[in-house]
């Protein structure tokens, strides 16, 4: 009966092993033909949007009106219209960055320098917003191998999700870089003072297509853990409602051979 039993037990583990393997094995497809028709449809819908904003450019060179008022309305929604096409093609980038297997180009990143990058463009917003934008750095910083886009890109999003929770209402993002010991790591804390996180919520916010916001997409902070995961690094988060939202990465200085390196 000893014997029998044993042998139960292993069988349940293998049936076990092998149903995980192939859960994985089908995830593994999945994203393979979601990214293949993903592709596909973004390259559809980007002829057309290609073509609505040449004919646009071509509108306001040579059919403005003459009237200064009508000119001055036609600018005002060709441009309108041009910023529409622009946030489309960056939901298709979004789409496109987390559906994609990594095609990572890994280098010596200066941390500080990208950083700084993805702060400048939200430069003009945040003095529209009454946002004061701060970067810190802490210590000295270990020299880490990254893909630079990719980390760029992660934090971008950070960014936009510290301003997005700020509401336009003003207030204050910080930006800390700093460095973890044993074994040696490199830190980025992202804190907004914004509305905060449900308790509820905290547990979903990386995952793909969820979104607490009526115009979000659900992908900006999946996008964030995908580049965070792909370095082999980690991200917490922690959130207090009506207070504010910290999100720390931290990322190894020599982390094992990344894809597509």
Do not use: C, W
Request: aromatic share 4%; glycine share 6%.
């Amino acid at each position: 009966m000893g014997e029998l039993a044993e042998s139960f037990n292993e069988m349940m583990i293998t049936i076990d092993r092998t149903r995980e393997l192939e859960a994985q094995l089908y995830n593994a497809e999945k994203a393979v033909v979601v990214s293949r028709l993903g592709s596909a449809i973004a390259h559809e819908i980007r002829n057309p949007l290609n073509y609505i904003n040449l004919t646009l450019d071509h509108l306001q060179a040579s059919f403005a009106p003459e009237d200064a008022e009508k000119r001055e309305r036609f600018s005002s929604l060709t441009k309108q219209v041009k910023a529409e096409v622009a946030r489309i093609e960056a939901r298709i980038s979004e789409f496109l960055n987390y559906s994609r297997p990594p095609q990572l180009e890994p280098q010596s990143v200066d941390l500080l320098a990208t950083t700084r990058d993805a702060v400048r463009i939200f430069e003009p917003q945040a003095a529209e917003s009454n946002v004061a934008i701060t970067v810190e750095v802490q210590g000295e910083l270990p020299k880490i191998i990254a893909d630079r886009e990719s980390l760029r890109s992660a934090i971008t999003n950070l960014i936009i999700n510290g301003l997005q929770a700020m509401d336009g209402s003003g207030g204050r993002l910080a930006i800390v870089l700093s460095s973890e010991d044993e074994p040696r790591r490199a830190r980025i804390d992202v804190t907004d003072n914004g509305r905060g996180i449900a308790p509820e919520d905290i547990s979903k916010v990386f995952e793909p297509y969820y979104s607490t916001k009526d115009t979000g997409t659900g992908l900006g902070l999946a996008i964030v853990k995908k580049a965070v995961d792909d370095h082999h690094g980690s991200i917490s988060v922690k959130s207090k409602v009506g207070e504010g939202t910290t999100f720390t990465i931290t990322l190894p200085s020599e982390p094992p051979a990344l894809a597509g390196g």
